[in-house]
């Protein structure tokens, strides 16, 4: 029988990068897990994937031992990577900051499509162009 966690901590970590500064500190302290053993995992697991951020679930067990799995980056840290972006506009409806082609799209939601809720390619499309559109960026999914 499998063990169940007693807590479940979930962050936003960039890959390689996780010390035992806040966030992860703060998170993990009240825990009782070895926050150092924590990040030197953490941190050889991810060391390929270096600069995206990773959202992180971390189940905690009884005993203070502890596992944890990664997630694909969230959807506005992609988009932001493919235009080269700092930030989306302020105002989405009225700035728009940037523009996705068919490609850029494309290659989105190839990478995101183990965390989305879609069926095929064209779903996780429209899914990528709907997060740009709230971002304040333009796609040529819709015209």
Same mark, same amino acid.
């Given at each position: 029988?499998?063990?169940?966690?007693?807590?479940?901590?979930?962050?936003?970590?960039?890959?390689?990068?996780?010390?035992?500064?806040?966030?992860?500190?703060?998170?993990?302290? %009240?825990?009782?897990?070895? #926050?150092? !053993?924590?990040? =030197?995992?953490?941190?050889?697991?991810?060391?390929?994937?270096?600069? +995206? *951020?990773?959202?992180?679930?971390?189940?905690?067990?009884?005993?203070?031992?502890?596992?944890?799995?990664?997630?694909?980056? %969230?959807?506005?840290?992609? #988009?932001? !990577?493919?235009? =080269?972006?700092?930030?989306?506009?302020?105002?989405?409806?009225?700035? +728009? *900051?940037?523009?996705?082609?068919?490609?850029?799209?494309?290659?989105?939601?190839?990478?995101?499509?183990?965390?989305?809720?879609?069926?095929?390619?064209?779903?996780?499309?429209?899914?990528?162009?709907?997060?740009?559109?709230?971002?304040?960026?333009?796609?040529?999914?819709?015209?």
């Amino acid at each position: 029988m499998a063990k169940k966690p007693t807590r479940v901590v979930k962050l936003q970590l960039k890959a390689g990068q996780a010390n035992p500064a806040p966030p992860v500190g703060t998170a993990l302290g %009240p825990t009782g897990i070895q #926050i150092a !053993d924590f990040c =030197k995992q953490f941190n050889d697991k991810t060391k390929d994937q270096m600069g +995206k *951020v990773l959202p992180t679930v971390i189940n905690i067990y009884e005993d203070r031992s502890f596992d944890f799995y990664t997630k694909q980056p %969230p959807m506005t840290w992609w #988009i932001k !990577d493919a235009l =080269k972006l700092a930030s989306g506009s302020k105002e989405a409806h009225k700035t +728009k *900051v940037g523009h996705l082609t068919l490609d850029q799209l494309k290659v989105i939601a190839e990478g995101k499509m183990p965390d989305l809720n879609a069926n095929d390619l064209d779903m996780a499309m429209s899914i990528v162009a709907g997060s740009a559109r709230s971002m304040g960026i333009t796609s040529d999914l819709r015209k």
